[in-house]
C-alpha cells in the first residue's frame, strides 16, 4: 500500500495584550494558485545552470515570469527563488496585513487593501521574521516562520486579510534581470481582529508535509 503525501499551509493568528497575554487566537488553512506554480517550477529545474521559468501573477495581477533556475554566464549570476524573510520595516514581501475583507479566492494575486509600516495611527510596525527549525516526528515534517506587527498608535487598527508575499530576483554581472513579487498565501478573518493601541498581532505559517 503507497501512502498518501499531503502538503498543508496553516495560519496562525494572534494577539498579544499589554499584559504578554494572548487575547485572540485562531487557526485555519492557507495558499493561492501561486505557491503551486512557484512549487512547480522548482522541481522543473534541471540542474546545471538551465534557464527555467513557470508564469504567476504578481501584485498587479499581471502575469509575470519567475525563474527557479538561470543559465550561468561566466561566472556572474545568481539570484533568489522565492525569499520571504523581510527584514524589519519591510512590507513589500514576507508576511503582511490588510484591512480589506474580500473572501478568499484561490486565484488571489495580492492583499486587498495592505496595512502599511509605520508608528503613527492607521499603522503597525512590522517586525523582522522568524524562522523555526524543520521538526520531524514519525509522519510528518514541519517548520513555522512567524511575524509581528505592533500597534504603536493612538487608534485601534482592525486588520481582516493575511497574506505571505515572495520575491524572486535575479542578476547577470551587475545588470537586475528579474525582479518579482508575488502572493502565494492569502487569508481573510471575516470577523476582524482588533489590535489596540501598545499590542502585538503575531502571524505564523505552517509548512507540513505529512504520510
Not at 517548520?143 to 487608534?155: D, I, K, L, Q
Not at 520575491?167 to 534581470?177: C, G, L, R, S, T
Amino acid at each position: 500500500m503507497i501512502a498518501m503525501v499531503n502538503l498543508k499551509v496553516y495560519l496562525e493568528i494572534k494577539v498579544i495584550d499589554k499584559k504578554g497575554k494572548v487575547r485572540f487566537y485562531r487557526r485555519k488553512n492557507s495558499a493561492v494558485y501561486n505557491l503551486g506554480k512557484i512549487l512547480y517550477g522548482i522541481l522543473l529545474a534541471i540542474g546545471g545552470g538551465t534557464n527555467t521559468n513557470v508564469k504567476v501573477k504578481d501584485y498587479s495581477g499581471a502575469e509575470a515570469t519567475v525563474y527557479t533556475e538561470r543559465k550561468i554566464i561566466a561566472g556572474h549570476a545568481g539570484g533568489t527563488v522565492m525569499a520571504g524573510n523581510a527584514s524589519e520595516g519591510d512590507d513589500t514581501y514576507g508576511i503582511m496585513v490588510g484591512s480589506d475583507n474580500t473572501p478568499v479566492s484561490d486565484d488571489d494575486y495580492c492583499l486587498k487593501s495592505k496595512i502599511a509600516h509605520g508608528d503613527g495611527d492607521n499603522l503597525l510596525h512590522y517586525s523582522s521574521h522568524t524562522f523555526e527549525d524543520v521538526e520531524v516526528g514519525t509522519s510528518y515534517a514541519r517548520f513555522r516562520m512567524s511575524r509581528s506587527f505592533t500597534n504603536n498608535g493612538s487608534v485601534n487598527v482592525t486588520v481582516y486579510e493575511f497574506g505571505l508575499g515572495v520575491w524572486n530576483y535575479w542578476k547577470h554581472h551587475d545588470a537586475v534581470y528579474n525582479d518579482v513579487k508575488f502572493l502565494v498565501c492569502r487569508d481573510v478573518e471575516s470577523g476582524g481582529v482588533t489590535v489596540n493601541p501598545s499590542e502585538t498581532l503575531v502571524v505564523l505559517y505552517t509548512f507540513e508535509v505529512t504520510l
